[in-house]
């Protein structure tokens, strides 16, 4: 906890505050923020005291500032400092030092995005399977079953031509039914490899 005056000075401030700027009381009552950071550093920060002195009302902001070497994140809440007749003389400042759970916000973050690719990858691990798997069945089997059917078709003419006409028409009969079987087969086959992989997939 810090408390300020109208020009920037320190007029006060607790023991932990001295202790996060790793500096003695005594080096920072009196002192300015520029006499103890670079002016890069905390040009916001006197930007922000003035406009909270002026308006009179209360900020919170966040600031990286490096002590002793170690940039670290902080939670500066700023509120004006009365007087006794009200009248606005200082700012008075709460600092929490945040970058743990800055860390652990940014860790947690990380974590999920990584958790979305690795997620995404197995989607696109399960959909180049089944895509290869629908390819396969409608290939190979698809391949099968059609050639089958024609082999069905030459071999039924060829046997018709050797027997007698009532042979024939059994023969022709059951040859239909494996024919049909067949053909059933066959669009089982297109329907199982346009469900497992729809074609407007690969289009869109």
Request: hydrophobic share 40%; no cysteine.
């Amino acid at each position: 906890v810090f408390i300020k005056d109208r020009l920037g000075r320190y007029l006060i401030l607790n023991s932990v505050g001295a202790r996060f700027y790793g500096k003695r009381m005594e080096e920072i009552i009196g002192k300015q923020d520029t006499d103890l950071f670079p002016i890069e550093e905390v040009q916001e920060a006197i930007k922000i005291d003035s406009e909270v002195m002026e308006n009179g009302e209360r900020r919170a902001y966040k600031l990286a500032i490096t002590i002793e070497g170690v940039t670290r994140a902080i939670l500066f809440t700023k509120t004006p400092f009365l007087n006794q007749s009200g009248k606005i003389i200082g700012v008075v400042v709460v600092a929490r030092d945040i970058t743990e759970h800055q860390r652990a916000s940014e860790n947690l973050e990380n974590s999920r995005v990584e958790l979305r690719a690795l997620s995404a990858r197995l989607q696109s691990v399960r959909e180049e399977e089944r895509m290869r798997i629908a390819r396969e069945i409608h290939d190979e089997l698809g391949q099968v079953l059609t050639g089958l059917k024609i082999d069905i078709v030459s071999l039924t003419k060829k046997i018709s031509d050797s027997v007698s006409s009532e042979d024939r028409e059994t023969l022709k009969d059951r040859t239909q039914g494996i024919t049909n079987l067949i053909n059933n087969a066959i669009q089982t086959v297109r329907k199982i490899s346009t469900e497992l992989r729809p074609g407007l997939l690969d289009a869109v």
